[in-house]
């Protein structure tokens, strides 16, 4: 399993419709496609700014197999929703490692 990991700065006045506009646009645009396994929104408590988003991905193929076009609109079709008041501060990849019966 593959873990995609996005660490976003938002206004904290903007933060509750940045997550909304998410859900509609970005995850029902992923939950389309067969590898896509969920995803979790974390916000902070103490940085009402920060927001983590975290997808969890069958493979990274299938992750990847997503067509750039679709990206590309689907980005610029969040971006137009939220006017762009939002910064991607990181973009990590991680894999789940589990061992034995731990």
């Known amino acids: 399993m593959e873990i995609e990991c996005l660490r976003v700065r938002v206004d904290p006045e ?28 974390w916000i902070s408590p103490d940085d009402l700014s920060e927001v983590v988003l975290t997808v969890r991905w069958a493979s990274f193929e299938e992750w990847q197999a997503i067509p750039d076009d679709v990206l590309q609109a689907t980005e610029a079709r969040f971006d137009a929703a939220v006017g762009g008041n939002y910064e991607l501060v990181e973009s990590s990849r991680y894999q789940i490692r589990k061992f034995g019966d731990v």
Do not use: H, N, S
Request: glycine residues 8%; without cysteine; hydrophobic residues 40%.
């Open 14 to 41: 903007l933060r509750e419709a940045y997550i909304r506009k998410d859900a509609e646009i970005w995850t029902e645009t992923l939950a389309q496609y067969p590898g896509f396994l969920g995803k979790e929104v």
